[in-house]
């Protein structure tokens, strides 16, 4: 198969690539992990892996209210404070019967979701498409990347963090994911902040 790769940066992998210091290893888009639910794209993937893999259990909590909560957030409603527990079962319950009576409302935001208008803007497209492109809304990412000069500090595989007051969102534990990407007795943490170009962080 033959292939050209145009990339705009020193290194090529994108949001996947790594950044190695000091014996340890991180990812520059945020700790990654693979899955898949599709088992054929899966499958696909750890074969060009061959053994250069390893296979976790993912032990991910988010941290809501000082309160340890299973991830997703819907399969730790019994972590949760009573009546936020109250609150989720009760608009649950709500939105079923919506549901059922046809009055549901779909949710409208998918526009904010695709990163899109890089694309739009090389391509001949009409003004107003363009136009609405560039009022598109979307998140920068800084990542921030300690390694410890100690052992293990907990089990966790990341925690999010739901939270106005903390800076980050996410917290990553990459030692944790493998023994490879940081030095032995040593472990890391990587911090997710999600910001603007204006904010000030
Ligand atoms: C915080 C975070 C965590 C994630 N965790 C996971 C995970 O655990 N597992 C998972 O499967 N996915 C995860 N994802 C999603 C995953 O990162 C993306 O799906 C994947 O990186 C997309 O790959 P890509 O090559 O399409 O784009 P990118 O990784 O964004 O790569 C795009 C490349 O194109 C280059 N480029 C851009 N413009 C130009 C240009 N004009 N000319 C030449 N080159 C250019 C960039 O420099 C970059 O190298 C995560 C994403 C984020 C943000």
């Known amino acids: 198969m033959n292939f050209e790769i145009l990339e705009k940066e020193k290194e090529c992998g994108g949001l996947v690539r790594s950044l190695q210091k000091d014996g340890f290893t991180f990812d520059y888009g945020g700790s990654h992990i693979i899955f898949s639910k599709d088992e054929e794209v899966l499958n696909f993937m750890l074969n060009l892996l061959g053994n250069n893999k390893i296979k976790k259990r993912r032990n991910t909590k988010i941290l809501y209210k000082g309160y340890y909560v299973q991830y997703p957030f819907e399969n730790g409603l019994a972590d949760l404070p009573k009546e936020d527990n109250f609150e989720c079962l009760y608009y649950f319950i709500q939105n079923l019967i919506l549901k059922e009576k046809g009055e ?25 498409v363009k136009e609405a492109v560039d009022n598109l809304k979307y998140n920068s990412l800084i990542t921030v990347m300690i390694g410890l000069d100690k052992p293990k500090i907990n089990d966790f595989t990341w925690l999010y963090i739901p939270d106005k007051d903390v800076l980050t969102h996410r917290v ?23 910001c603007n170009t204006k904010d000030e962080v």
């Open 104 to 128: 549901l409302k779909i949710p409208s935001n998918f526009k904010e979701w695709l990163p899109i208008h890089e694309l739009i803007r090389s391509l001949n497209a009409p003004k107003e």
């Open 172 to 194: 990553s534990f990459p030692s944790n994911y493998s023994p490879f990407v940081s030095p032995e007795g040593k472990s890391s943490v990587l911090a997710e902040i999600t």
